[in-house]
């Protein structure tokens, strides 16, 4: 359809007529691009933005007003915090009691980490405090939604775990899980909801032996965790392992990726390896009932939409790599992978994406996929295009449905079937492309403005990007690079 979109671009308003889907964007100034380090987007509860890059220098904050005007700029020099790229991982960063929180796990020693916590003053930018909370070799920090309650869980070889719960970030107490015969133990995933606490563990498995699943749950106002066995195995074959908790259900979905009979409906949808086939199951466990339920996924409307809208003969069959809850029940991202080798070198890829719906029981509501092409050279298949901040896709949902962000070719956007689909080598040739699934209507269009200059491209940092349902506001990293020299601006595109 033909609209009229609003940018604004460093404070100047643009308006043009152009083929796309209903959306204002305005851009941040720009800012010399990070290659390095971490970058996150925390949206704040005064409707500030505030983007956080850590690198090997320190850590820099960038806080804008609800009118995405820039407020404060502060770089913090790498004192106390001792960022170091190969050791440092970012754990969560959270609004609590109206600072911003950073936790960082770093490692000191061979299987020994720190977590660290950094507080910054949301109105200066400047690092107010830093300290250690824990030591341990594995950690995961939850925070309630509804509240600035949140909790760490840690734990060490052949001890129990440890939970800390900061319910104001002021007051603490620590709490002792162990069960006589677990002399180690995975935290599969962790929840928090209403000041109460949930962690599902399990005993580590013996080599292709399924995994059991324990809960210890801690309910606000008891002195201690219970710890109950849930009648439910976890394949233990492969670590991709995906785990949301739906606050307002309290019920947990695992997602798991195991081995099955090539013969089997669910394997190609699964995807397959060198030597066998793969499948995707889901495992939900309600925590006030201590209830499993295990169903494989067969993907069958994303298949059908492969075949049916993209003429995709052979129908769908990719790797799960995403997972997350909506009110209507959970989404399950997919990605397909292929190899070309002519002779000389071995291209890796990343090609459709598929996204399935699912109703709270698990039964399927929507699938839909996306095409795309992205190569990776490489002498080493090294996974999915997640680990890539600029290749792979962002999903996200809204009032309006459903979308996909990904990064593609300009002259694939005029192609309609996936044999003619030129493939994207660097991501400085690619601008950013939105789909959108409303009902039966799928519409694709830039994410950002075209420039004139054909030299100049605009594409987005996926793994940096998140969604504001309060605004209906998609927040990304814009990286315009023009002939190879780069920009980053942040973004805000807000769907109409």
Same mark, same amino acid.
């Given at each position: 359809?033909?609209?009229?979109?609003?940018?604004?671009?460093?404070?100047?308003?643009?308006?043009?007529?152009?083929?796309?889907?209903?959306?204002?964007?305005?851009?941040?100034?720009?800012?010399?691009?990070?290659?390095?380090?971490?970058?996150?987007?925390?949206?704040?509860?005064?409707?500030?933005?505030?983007?956080?890059?850590?690198?090997?220098?320190?850590?820099?904050?960038?806080?804008?007003?609800?009118?995405?005007?820039?407020?404060?700029?502060?770089?913090?020099?790498?004192?106390?915090?001792?960022?170091?790229?190969?050791?440092?991982?970012?754990?969560?960063?959270?609004?609590?009691?109206?600072?911003?929180?950073?936790?960082?796990?770093?490692?000191?020693?061979?299987?020994?980490?720190?977590? %660290?916590?950094?507080? @910054?003053?949301? $109105? *200066?930018?400047?690092?107010? !405090?830093? =300290?250690?909370?824990?030591? #341990?070799?594995?950690?995961?920090?939850?925070?309630?939604?509804?509240?600035?309650?949140?909790?760490?869980?840690?734990?060490?070889?052949?001890?129990?775990?440890?939970?800390?719960?900061?319910?104001?970030?002021?007051?603490?107490?620590?709490?002792?899980?162990?069960?006589?015969?677990?002399?180690?133990?995975?935290?599969?995933?962790?929840?928090?909801?209403?000041?109460?606490?949930?962690?599902?563990?399990?005993?580590?498995?013996?080599?292709?032996?399924?995994?059991?699943?324990?809960?210890?749950?801690?309910?606000?106002?008891?002195?201690?965790?219970?710890?109950?066995?849930?009648?439910?195995?976890?394949?233990?074959?492969?670590?991709?392992?995906?785990?949301?908790?739906?606050?307002?259900? %309290?019920?947990?979905? @695992?997602?798991? $990726? *195991?081995?099955?009979?090539? !013969?089997? =409906?669910?394997?190609?949808? #699964?995807?397959?390896?060198?030597?066998?086939?793969?499948?995707?199951?889901?495992?939900?466990?309600?925590?006030?009932?201590?209830?499993?339920?295990?169903?494989?996924?067969?993907?069958?409307?994303?298949?059908?939409?492969?075949?049916?809208?993209?003429?995709?003969?052979?129908?769908?069959?990719?790797?799960?790599?995403?997972?997350?809850?909506?009110?209507?029940?959970?989404?399950?991202?997919?990605?397909?992978?292929?190899?070309?080798?002519?002779?000389?070198?071995?291209?890796?890829?990343?090609?459709?994406?598929?996204?399935?719906?699912?109703?709270?029981?698990?039964?399927?509501?929507?699938?839909?996929?996306?095409?795309?092409?992205?190569?990776?050279?490489?002498?080493?298949?090294?996974?999915?295009?997640?680990?890539?901040?600029?290749?792979?896709?962002?999903?996200?949902?809204?009032?309006?449905?459903?979308?996909?962000?990904?990064?593609?070719?300009?002259?694939?956007?005029?192609?309609?079937?996936?044999?003619?689909?030129?493939?994207?080598?660097?991501?400085?040739?690619?601008?950013?492309?939105?789909?959108?699934?409303?009902?039966?209507?799928?519409?694709?269009?830039?994410?950002?403005?075209?420039?004139?200059?054909?030299?100049?491209?605009?594409?987005?940092?996926?793994?940096?990007?998140?969604?504001?349902?309060?605004?209906?506001?998609?927040?990304?990293?814009?990286?315009?690079?023009?002939?190879?020299?780069?920009?980053?601006?942040?973004?805000?595109?807000?769907?109409?």
């Amino acid at each position: 359809m033909n609209i009229f979109k609003t940018l604004t671009f460093s404070g100047v308003i643009l308006f043009f007529s152009c083929l796309t889907y209903a959306k204002t964007i305005i851009y941040s100034e720009p800012f010399d691009e990070h290659t390095t380090g971490w970058k996150r987007i925390l949206v704040v509860k005064n409707g500030n933005t505030a983007f956080v890059h850590l690198g090997s220098e320190g850590i820099e904050v960038r806080i804008y007003g609800p009118d995405h005007k820039r407020l404060v700029f502060m770089k913090n020099a790498n004192n106390g915090f001792n960022i170091g790229l190969a050791t440092t991982y970012i754990e969560g960063v959270f609004e609590i009691n109206g600072q911003i929180e950073i936790f960082l796990s770093q490692l000191k020693s061979k299987n020994v980490s720190e977590l %660290k916590r950094v507080t @910054i003053d949301p $109105v *200066t930018a400047k690092v107010v !405090k830093t =300290e250690t909370l824990l030591t #341990g070799n594995g950690f995961d920090v939850k925070k309630d939604d509804g509240s600035d309650a949140y909790f760490v869980v840690s734990r060490q070889d052949g001890s129990p775990l440890n939970i800390n719960t900061y319910f104001d970030s002021i007051s603490t107490k620590q709490y002792t899980v162990s069960i006589p015969e677990m002399q180690a133990v995975n935290i599969i995933g962790a929840g928090e909801s209403d000041k109460s606490c949930y962690i599902i563990i399990s005993p580590v498995a013996k080599k292709h032996k399924p995994m059991e699943v324990y809960i210890a749950s801690l309910i606000d106002g008891a002195n201690d965790f219970e710890v109950h066995k849930i009648d439910a195995e976890l394949p233990a074959e492969y670590n991709m392992r995906y785990v949301t908790f739906d606050g307002k259900t %309290k019920k947990f979905n @695992i997602v798991n $990726v *195991t081995e099955v009979d090539k !013969k089997s =409906e669910y394997s190609t949808f #699964g995807g397959h390896n060198l030597i066998s086939y793969l499948a995707t199951q889901l495992t939900t466990i309600d925590v006030t009932t201590n209830v499993a339920s295990t169903k494989m996924i067969l993907g069958k409307k994303v298949d059908d939409y492969a075949k049916n809208k993209l003429g995709v003969e052979e129908g769908y069959s990719g790797s799960f790599n995403f997972l997350e809850s909506i009110d209507e029940g959970t989404v399950l991202g997919f990605e397909e992978r292929y190899t070309i080798n002519n002779g000389r070198s071995t291209t890796y890829g990343y090609g459709n994406v598929g996204i399935l719906l699912l109703d709270k029981e698990g039964n399927e509501l929507k699938g839909y996929s996306v095409q795309k092409k992205q190569a990776k050279p490489s002498s080493v298949f090294s996974g999915l295009s997640m680990g890539s901040p600029y290749f792979g896709y962002a999903y996200f949902h809204s009032k309006g449905g459903d979308y996909v962000v990904v990064n593609d070719l300009p002259e694939n956007l005029e192609r309609s079937s996936n044999k003619d689909l030129k493939t994207l080598l660097t991501v400085s040739d690619a601008n950013a492309v939105l789909y959108s699934f409303n009902k039966d209507n799928t519409d694709r269009s830039l994410l950002f403005d075209v420039s004139a200059n054909k030299r100049i491209t605009r594409f987005a940092n996926i793994s940096s990007s998140r969604f504001d349902a309060n605004t209906n506001t998609y927040i990304t990293l814009m990286i315009e690079s023009n002939n190879g020299l780069k920009k980053e601006h942040l973004a805000w595109v807000t769907l109409d």
